[in-house]
C-alpha cells in the first residue's frame, strides 16, 4: 500500500500501517477474530466488493497476516487463517475497540462487550508495564532510541515531543 505522506523509515507504527493501514483490512482482521475463515463470509459479513475483498486478502497474505490454506480441492477453494504476525494484531484492534465503545457508544448501548473466558467477567482491555503490571498512560510512558534506530530520527521525534510538552 502507498502513503501519500512522507514515512518515517523504521518506525514500527508506520510499518503496520504500511500493511493493514486502511478500513477494508482492519474490518476483515476483526472478522477474522470472530471467527470468519472464508472470501464468502467476509464479502457477506462486510459487504465489500469481492475487487477489494481479494485485493486485501491477497496484501494481507503476502505480509504474513494470513495464511492461505485449501479446504476444497474441486474446485479449489481457501480459507483465511490467522498467522502469528496477524495474530499478534489482537492488542491494536483490542484497542481500537475499546477506544470505539468509550467514545463513540451511548452508556448502556455498547455495541460489543468483551468477556474473558477464563474468569467469565466483561472485561475492559488495559495496557500495562510488562514488567510490574502497572497500568500505562501516555504520562508514564517515554520514547527512547531502539538498538535499530537512526540518531536523527530519534532526535527529530525528541525535538517534537519538547515543542508539544512546553
Request: proline content about 5%; charged content about 25%; overall charge positive.
Amino acid at each position: 500500500m502507498s502513503s501519500q505522506t512522507a514515512s518515517t523509515p523504521g518506525c514500527p507504527i508506520d510499518g503496520l500501517l504500511q500493511i493493514v493501514g486502511d478500513r477494508w483490512s482492519l474490518l476483515i482482521l476483526r472478522d477474522a477474530f470472530y471467527g470468519v475463515r472464508r472470501f464468502d463470509g467476509f464479502q457477506q459479513h462486510l459487504g465489500i466488493s469481492k475487487k477489494i475483498l481479494a485485493q486485501r486478502l491477497r496484501s494481507l497474505t503476502e505480509a504474513g497476516i494470513f495464511n492461505r490454506v485449501m479446504y476444497q480441492e474441486r474446485p479449489q477453494r481457501f480459507e483465511y487463517r490467522l498467522a502469528a504476525r496477524g495474530l499478534d494484531t489482537f492488542p491494536v484492534l483490542l484497542s481500537m475497540s475499546r477506544w470505539g465503545t468509550r467514545w463513540l457508544s451511548e452508556p448502556g448501548k455498547e455495541w460489543l462487550q468483551l468477556r474473558h473466558t477464563g474468569c467469565g467477567e466483561i472485561i475492559e482491555a488495559q495496557l500495562v508495564c510488562s514488567h510490574c503490571g502497572e497500568r500505562l498512560t501516555p504520562a508514564r510512558v517515554k520514547p527512547l532510541a531502539g538498538p535499530g534506530a537512526e540518531s536523527k530520527d530519534i532526535e527529530s521525534l525528541a525535538r517534537a515531543i519538547r515543542k508539544t510538552s512546553s
